[in-house]
């Protein structure tokens, strides 16, 4: 199974876009990012038990993981995006309940939802 991330899109410098992950189960989802010519990079995670939460530090404060279980969704709410967040995002699944930011951590990688930050 492979997730597949959507709601990308053009916003302005300032904006707001909320990403969707449909995810179903007791797993751990990660967002990751990759812009073009660049690794792809962690962004943020939350886990299946008590919805802990993890940010890199480019992000946090900005934007925000959260789930729907009983919609099998997870989000990522990005607010005051910049720039630099124009990227692919990608969401994917933790092979354990716990959080991390290192991509070979995760699997079932989906086809990742364009997100384009203007000025």
């Known amino acids: 199974v492979q997730l597949q991330a959507s709601g990308g899109g053009l916003v302005q410098a300032g904006g707001s876009l909320r990403l969707s992950c449909a995810a179903s189960g007791r797993i751990s989802v990660g967002w990751f990012r990759q812009a073009p010519g660049n690794e792809r990079e962690f962004v943020a995670a939350t886990s299946w038990y008590k919805s802990n939460t993890l940010y890199s530090d480019s992000v946090r404060g900005r934007f925000t993981v959260s789930r729907d279980n009983a919609q099998n969704q997870v989000y990522l709410q990005m607010n005051n995006v910049k720039r630099e967040d124009t990227a692919t995002y990608y969401c994917?699944?933790?092979?354990?309940?716990?959080?991390?930011?290192?991509?070979?951590?995760?699997?079932?990688w989906g086809q990742g939802t364009l997100v384009t930050v203007s000025s």
């Open positions: 994917a699944i933790s092979y354990s309940a716990s959080l991390s930011t290192r991509r070979d951590q995760y699997r079932s």
